[in-house]
């Protein structure tokens, strides 16, 4: 890959801001997240009768609706696995189950394989191979169906390297063959069943061996066929000893679902890529935050990207990008008692991303006023009564008496909840448009409700019929007690409300190690370290001198760990304190930290160390000033903590690259210039206005070479296979002039 620089020297623009804009580099963009995550895989069943889920005892037909295949698809869809089942066949199914499969009851292993063309036709990525049992029924040797089963496994992957192949080992038989007449005894067949399985196992490890698609699912010595776990749970209970009982077919599709789950989501890592993380797991901490982690398997990441999706509708849209080797993050600002929320992670280098992780989802919400005990101030007949209206049934309601000129209906919670959404239903049955307006969502910890607050309304405009309301709640309080009232002196009736709520979480404990530290006259840095793991914030204070009134400046987010107080007044002394919040409230105050501003700006000091530049006319140290023609104004040189008049060559934003091919976006910072900011920005065409700010997550500090008082940020750049180009320049911004 060619990486291409342009350079159109050093820009400057005339502002109330001191500005300045760098030189521009040309870069594939980072790969964003895809919409669907991971494309669905086609699923090929494949096989006999029990894949097809025949079954000759107490079921119509000889049949179990869906085999396997019914309980396997919901698994799949449990585990948010987008799936397609793929077959010639759609006999035996469920209702409302994907009903496409290659089962084929009788159909030996020579069978199955000269069917193979036409059903691979249908390009599945994954197949679920069972076969073999009839060619013991109809004594096939051993050998010819090892052979056939040889044929199978290579014509299956070797038509498509990508393609997953899962083989089955074949399940005892436990009646003679055929139960009619004369058969051959259970124990001749079983002996060549486990002759057959023993050679399965080998050809599948040996394909495996040689760099082929296939992995073994060992049925016959997984499975449950005494019933351990009680009769109901027996492999063949009800069976006729060749094919499962329900039981049995669904402990298939447990041990199939294992399977598919292990592999997927069957997509190659691009090659120098890392591998993917694993073990994404998340904990709900607070109604508004989410904890992620996951297991680091790689040693040449340089960043950790994670997507998002906000329901199982919703799309995977790009979260955040960290650091190499950070194996956790946050993830605030959420309702996590309205939306289930999905998340996965991948990692990348200069080779590109590996596939992403496997997805770990929030629980559904539920609704907190279901089946809770509610009242009301009327009813207007036995059968309309209060409780009919958080019975989850929308064709049952509660209605007020006509005469009643204050309606309202209440829930008690029985506990303390933040409340994030309302949902109400109207009647079904009846069409009473002055029912459908005219009322209040209040909440309170009262039940009399001698205070409240009003958390939504609806107006004088009558909602439809038969329809849901929805209200979105922002406030922060904890409640117990729901009471929808009405404004007017209407009658009411509601057949449905829910009242989609959180329990509050601890409150946090008060950061700790809070220190200050006086940047020069007007900037103080502040450091604290995190004490909480479910914190929605911080609320910053500050007292001026020794006996000021305490005054908060700073409201910031979860795990932030530093801040700048700005605009502060020379040759004062500050005092701060900090605290954690969340939906309970917050922390005590930390231990308090004191500073002393100076007496000088930071632009003075940095320039006092420079005496030829001091020397210069005036016009020459202003900011956008560029005394020595190398393209660097004042303000960058300041901005990178350099010589102004030196040579500044070497300190440019570059792209560098490793002998890997790790590339990365690096510029200097010089760490003693609080009154300034480098933004980065980005474009694909460097037109005007269509400069985007480019967030710097996901990269790295260092020590700057022989200045200790800059630093060096490197911003990883994860090629795209086809990215457009994108371009970078990186601009100094200073809100005051000196």
Do not use: C
Not at 6 to 15: E, Q
Not at 265 to 290: K, Q
Not at 410 to 430: G, H, P, S, W
Not at 562 to 576: F, I, K, R, V
């Amino acid at each position: 890959m060619t990486f291409a620089r342009t350079n159109k020297g050093t820009h400057f623009r005339a502002s109330p801001l001191a500005a300045a804009i760098l030189t521009l580099a040309a870069i594939p963009s980072p790969l964003a997240a895809d919409e669907s995550l991971y494309p669905t895989i086609r699923i090929m069943p494949l096989g006999d009768s029990i894949t097809r889920g025949n079954n000759d005892i107490n079921y119509p037909n000889g049949d179990i609706p869906g085999g396997y295949r019914l309980k396997l698809g919901n698994l799949l869809e449990d585990s948010h696995i987008d799936f397609d089942f793929v077959g010639t066949r759609s006999d035996n199914a469920a209702t409302g189950m994907d009903p496409h499969h290659n089962g084929n009851p009788g159909w030996r292993t020579d069978e199955i394989l000269s069917g193979l063309p036409g059903w691979l036709d249908d390009a599945p990525d994954v197949v679920l191979l069972k076969a073999g049992t009839n060619d013991i029924l109809q004594r096939i040797p051993v050998a010819t169906a090892i052979a056939n089963l040889n044929s199978i496994i290579t014509t299956i992957t070797e038509g498509d390297p990508e393609r997953k192949l899962y083989v089955a080992t074949i399940v005892p038989i436990t009646q003679q063959w055929p139960p009619q007449g004369n058969g051959v005894p259970a124990s001749v067949l079983n002996a060549d069943v486990d002759n057959y399985n023993t050679q399965l196992r080998a050809r599948v490890q040996f394909y495996a061996d040689q760099g082929l698609n296939v992995s073994l699912v060992d049925l016959n010595a997984t499975l449950d066929y005494t019933g351990d776990s009680g009769t109901a749970d027996d492999f063949f209970q009800p069976g006729d000893g060749v094919h499962p009982g329900k039981a049995g077919y669904d402990q298939m599709a447990d041990l199939w679902h294992a399977a598919i789950s292990l592999d997927y989501p069957f997509i190659p890592t691009a090659e120098g890529s890392p591998p993917p993380p694993s073990d994404l797991t998340l904990s709900v901490v607070s109604p508004s935050r989410i904890n992620l982690s996951w297991t680091d398997n790689s040693s040449n990441e340089q960043v950790f990207q994670i997507t998002r999706k906000i329901g199982t509708d919703g799309t995977w849209q790009q979260l955040a990008t960290v650091a190499a080797d950070q194996t956790t993050h946050a993830v605030t600002g959420l309702q996590t008692a309205v939306h289930p929320y999905g998340f996965a992670v991948r990692a990348g280098n200069g080779n590109g991303y590996s596939i992403w992780s496997g997805i770990a989802w929030s629980p559904d919400p539920v609704d907190a006023a279901d089946a809770k005990p509610a009242s009301s101030s009327t009813e207007a007949d036995p059968s309309h009564q209060a409780p009919a209206a958080n019975d989850t049934n929308p064709d049952t309601s509660w209605s007020s008496d006509p005469g009643d000129t204050s309606a309202h209906w209440q829930v008690d919670l029985q506990n303390d909840y933040r409340i994030q959404r309302v949902e109400l239903t109207t009647r079904q049955d009846a069409d009473n448009e002055p029912e459908r307006k005219n009322f209040e969502i209040r909440a309170s910890q009262d039940p009399s409700f001698a205070t409240f607050d009003v958390l939504a309304s609806q107006g004088a405009t009558p909602l439809d019929h038969a329809s849901t309301w929805t209200a979105d709640v922002s406030n922060p309080t904890a409640f117990r007690y729901i009471r929808i009232a009405k404004t007017d002196a209407e009658p009411f009736s509601i057949a449905l409300v829910k009242v989609f709520a959180a329990p509050l979480p601890a409150s946090p404990p008060a950061p700790t190690d809070l220190a200050a530290t006086p940047l020069d006259s007007n900037h103080v840095a502040l450091t604290w370290t995190v004490q909480s793991a479910n914190e929605s914030g911080f609320t910053l204070e500050r007292m001026t001198g020794e006996s000021g009134t305490w005054q908060p400046i700073a409201t910031l987010p979860a795990t932030t760990t530093t801040h700048q107080d700005a605009n502060l007044a020379a040759d004062t002394t500050y005092n701060y304190r900090i605290r954690s919040t969340n939906e309970s409230g917050d922390s005590a105050p930390s231990a308090e930290a004191q500073a002393t501003t100076g007496s000088t700006t930071a632009w003075d000091l940095w320039t006092a160390g420079h005496p030829d530049f001091l020397a210069l006319p005036p016009a020459d140290r202003i900011p956008t000033a560029d005394p020595n023609n190398d393209g660097i104004a004042n303000l960058l040189a300041y901005s990178f903590g350099i010589d102004p008049l030196a040579d500044a060559s070497g300190h440019l934003p570059s792209l560098t690259s490793t002998a890997t091919g790790d590339l990365s976006y690096q510029f200097q910072r010089n760490t003693l210039a609080p009154d300034v900011a480098l933004d980065l920005l980005v474009s694909e065409d460097m037109s005007d206005g269509n400069w985007a700010p480019h967030p710097l997550t996901g990269s790295s500090v260092t020590a700057a070479p022989g200045n200790p008082d800059a630093e060096i940020i490197s911003l990883p750049i994860i090629p795209d296979s086809t990215p457009p180009t994108r371009f970078y320049r990186l601009r100094a911004v200073r809100p005051t002039a000196p």
